[in-house]
């Protein structure tokens, strides 16, 4: 999570949790969500080649 705050993809802050103890909350910057969908889409493009590959034929010599 420190890491994140560093390169300023998300902020944090302290407040009251519903039990009334001290809590961290955090949020996503706007470079944040940015990262995110970077991420998710680069992800979605592993996981399809990943399945391309499991569900591939195999050859016939």
């Known amino acids: 999570m420190y890491r994140l ?3 300023g993809l998300i ?3 302290w407040g009251e949790s519903e039990n009334n103890r001290k809590a ?6 706007a470079e944040g969500r940015r ?3 970077l991420e998710t889409e ?3 493009r592993l ?3 990943v399945v391309g590959v499991l ?4 050859e016939k010599s």
Not at 55 to 58: D, K, S
């Open 24 to 29: 961290k909350y955090y949020r996503l910057t």
């Open 55 to 58: 569900n591939a034929e195999p």
């Open 42 to 44: 680069n992800w979605n």
């Open 11 to 13: 902020k944090a802050e």
């Open 35 to 37: 990262q995110l969908k």
């Open 47 to 49: 996981s399809a080649g």
């Open 5 to 7: 705050e560093y390169r």
